[in-house]
């Protein structure tokens, strides 16, 4: 492919279908309690690009499914991931989103816990409607994992001990679960064989995990305007992402005590960032870090094997391509 | 009734059912990542009365269920109540929950705020294992409304115009709702009429009522050792509970510039907390909060007319009555 990667062909396949459910969101967002619809607006109408629902859309046309229940199914993944930026926000302090301060710095931290609590809710309001016990077994069991990987970065931060796999398992539960759910009912609804279940789920896993580690590298690459959030959240956090972990065990012992007081004992200086930025890029673990989402790409790529050629294929396909050169 | 109300002949009729839910609760609550359990076993496995539950199951007792479906529904009631729990100690800031230190104490906010979400996460999952739809929407339904409540108590804290009626659209809301589905769900899965359902849900919604307000008379009457929690929580943190509405609304002018720098500007000195509880006993303010919770009790107690007398129909209006006059 010549010209750089893009949304836009899915975005011209599924676009009518996701201007339905940007409808339901805006409806099922709305509450009697005017804070509601105000907190969960700011997160939700200001945009992002709408990935997860979006790929449950494309999903169920992959599987050629013509009924209108993926609608607000995909309305409720929005919801369900809506609930976890709020609460995420909450839990990493953060001030900025998408280039615009976060609900907790306008609304306090007590509003987003509970509007998220709201959002998730409603999810299963949603989901409830559409009357389909198996969307609800899937999306419960991702909320679950989600949570728990939630918990699991808990644990791993300011932990430079942290290994390649056991960062794998916070990112295949936090993002990669819902990617996985959000495919598979596609599938679900257009009530397709398992095979075809099981492979959306799999292209999805894979792509999420993909998305998340490009979406580490960035947090020590990116140019704050171009990405819209700041650089150097995670460092600051004392997460520790892939570039951490492969800097980490490159480097010096020199090196490692850096490290160690920036993300342990959360010791920051002023010029530290720049430093971790100069360290991941000497040991190439940028580099890596995207190499590495391209092997889970491909693995996205064969998931779909399965599936005839055709357009909505080869947007997915070119899905994969945006999610990871996104960071060039 | 001459001795002094108790849960006793409920516990005892329930009892061996209770077992059975918490046995649910202790595997369910489980998870491969550690802090899960060890935090959720704090606040759920140290005990509470498990009052939500235990009204799940003597609804479906009352409707002669026989099968086993209440069980894990009534666990589910109880991980909704805990999340809402977990959830609420971060929003308040507290700092003891039944004589205990809290978990966002123990573990910090974060924790708190992610295994709340594990914990809800886990009740649909329970939920979609029994796989009874009309369950999943009262409890979805129930979950959104006491998010609404808990966001409409911020809207209302620090503000002392706060009526008795936006009062009760709160704890109608953040309390009332989970008790009402509680006692609904164990119609449901009795398969009984609707008129039995409504009727169970009445009782569980005024029961609620009621419940909270003598909860609220206690926050200004309670001997901390009796209750296992601080007097005074509600003040230091600007709620406008009833105790609060009724002073203000009673008090002289220099009493309202008093509830004013207390409540709405959120500035208090040593001596403030005694001085609020003195106004409201001279305004008699606690105990017609006690009053008026005995008129939900009393609109709770005619709600289960429909239903035959019996020891089940007994155990729940001495519920009532123990819920009321435990504020004495």
């Known amino acids: 492919m010549s010209a750089r990667p ?23 967002m709305d509450s009697r309690v005017a804070l509601i619809p105000q907190l969960a607006g700011h997160i939700i109408a200001a945009g992002g ?3 997860r ?23 409720s993944v929005e919801f369900i991931h809506t609930a976890t930026l709020l609460h995420d926000d909450v839990v990493d302090e953060s001030d900025l ?41 899937i999306l419960s069991d991702a909320s679950a994992v989600i949570a728990e990987g939630e918990v699991l970065q808990l644990e791993t931060a300011n932990n430079t001990a942290t290994t390649e796999d056991a960062y794998l398992e916070v990112i295949s539960a936090k993002t990669a679960a819902l990617f996985a759910a959000a495919c598979r009912i596609g599938a679900v609804v257009a009530e397709r064989p398992v095979a075809e279940e099981t492979a959306l789920e799999s292209f999805g896993k894979n792509l999420g995990i993909a998305f998340q580690l490009v979406d580490d590298a960035l947090d020590y690459a990116a140019r704050e305007a171009e990405l819209g959030k700041t650089i150097g959240d995670d460092f600051r956090e004392g997460k520790v992402t892939l570039p951490v972990v492969l800097a980490f065990r490159r480097g010096s ?20 960032l720049d430093r971790a930025v100069d360290l991941i890029r000497l040991h190439g673990a940028l580099d890596d870090t995207v190499e590495r989402a391209r092997h889970y790409g491909a693995m996205a790529r064969d998931a779909l094997g399965l ?22």
Not at 98 to 123: C, E, I, K, P, Y
């Open 6 to 28: 893009s949304m836009a062909p899915l975005q011209a396949l599924v676009g009518d279908d996701l201007g339905r459910v940007n409808e339901v969101i805006l409806r099922r």
């Open 49 to 51: 690009k709408r990935l």
């Open 53 to 75: 629902p979006m790929l449950t859309l494309a999903a169920a046309r992959l599987c050629d499914y013509d009924g209108v229940r993926h609608i607000p199914l995909a309305a």
């Open 97 to 137: 989103r998408r280039g615009n301060a976060t609900a907790n710095v306008l609304w306090g931290n007590q509003a987003s816990v509970l509007v998220g609590d709201f959002l998730f809710s409603r999810a299963f309001q949603v989901m409830v409607e559409a009357g389909d016990m198996e969307v609800l077994r």
């Open 253 to 272: 012992e020199d090196e490692r005590t850096f490290w160690r007081r920036c993300i342990e004992a959360g010791e920051q200086e002023d010029g530290d």
């Open 307 to 328: 599936f005839p050629d055709g357009a909505v294929k080869r947007a997915l396909d070119e899905v994969i391509d945006f999610c990871i050169e996104r960071a060039h």
